[in-house]
């Protein structure tokens, strides 16, 4: 079986595969790619769907490469947009483009770490990583000249099917219609895949579906400009599924609901916090497609986590792999123990709760090196101390007014250790830690030590 057709089997059986060119077993596939804008300074987790293909056939020793478009981040993707991007200054490119390289320079590794404790197999194919490549849009179009531009690519490209593609049709029948950069955007992707093809040999481009108009745009541009090669290596389109909230909104930075990969964005117990709550077809789709875990494993889950669905083991597996995957294993071991912690069923005092099976508590001083590097951890210093409850919560950050807190209390929506705090004026006097719980989930560590 050759090492394509064992990863492709793969990606079905993980339904990584929202839409391809027809497949056929004989696909050739020389090397991947696929691209991302830097329109902020860290992948999130919608990201990481697109990623996983690309990080299969780098299992599968294919080469892969990811392409970071400081070009096109000028220009801005139309692709399901409903309005123009936002026009970001060059210092804020810049950084952004550094942090993304360095997180794609550090996925590799982890990736391979990740995949040999899932005992990760290429079913068929004796095969081992090569390197992931990176390359940069703005490499090929500092220096290109315009007329050379709209004479090689402009030239070829078809207006009609310019016009037609889902980015372009919706956004020329929104009020705010679309400029012309947006409409040519399609044209450097396309231009970057031919690129690609002829110095790199990369004949797959990869990416979320709402980007198959811009992956088939330069499929059609290195059909038009090498006919006479696409027998012996011809070129392929795949796109992955998009991540969606439970309301079908895609997860990501347009919509304002990125969880990011970057753990100073996003600690390892909120990332891990964020799969805990979803429902059980999605977290079971998304253990499928965001994990590395066996085809055996993936079942044994399941159907543990069926015995006694309240046990939500399919959300906590989910969440420790991908932990595990992007922030390595001790963070996800870490994140698995504040949430137990947390969110445990045996309530302890402080307020943290713990399963009844593991019911010993840590002391104060391990409590407070379990949570101390988490985004939910507050400390109470000697000057917030003896301050009415509303204007500590204002102070430590937690709300943005006073008023607002004062709110939250007065509806009841608030705890510390076990105890509802109704009045905003009550001043503390809690001398250890102490869990605040806001609604529901939100759970925060106030040490007062
Ligand atoms: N929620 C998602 N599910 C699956 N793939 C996604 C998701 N969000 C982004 N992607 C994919 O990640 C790749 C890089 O996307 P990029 O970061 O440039 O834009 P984006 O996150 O879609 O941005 P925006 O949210 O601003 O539209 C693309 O292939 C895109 O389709
Ligand atoms: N258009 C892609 C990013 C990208 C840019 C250039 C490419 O060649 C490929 C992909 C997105 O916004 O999600």
Redo the contacts with the bound molecule.
Sequence with gaps: MSRFLACWRQLTARSLVSNSSPFQSSWNVQGAY???????GS?????????MPLIHLYLHGIPVYSLI?DAT?QLG?P???TTG?HELKQDVRNRNKENIEKQILSLPEKVITYAKDCQYKCEGADASPLTWNIVHNLDWYKNMNLLTFLNEVGRQARVSQMLARDSVTSRLQSSSGISFSELTYQLLQAYDFLHLYKNHKVNLQ??????WGNITAGTDLIRRFYPKSMTKSPVYAL??????TANGQ??????GN?IWLDPSLTDSYSLYQSFISLPDDIASKYLDMLTLLSSEDLESIKSKHFQNSSSRFIQHSLAFNVVHMVHGKESAKLAQLQTELLHGSHPAPFGFSVSAENSILPSVDKLKDIFKTSNCYYKVDSSTDAIPFSRLLRELGIYISRKEASEHIRSGAISLAHETVVDPNIILTHKDLAVLRIGGRRALILDFT
Excluded: C, M, W
């Design positions: 696929s691209g991302v804008d830097p329109t902020a992948l999130h987790v919608g990201n990481l769907v697109a990623l478009g981040v993707d692709s399901g947009r991007r990869i990416g979320g579906s709402d980007q796109t992955t599924p998009l991540l969606t895609k997860f990501g930075k347009s919509a990125a």
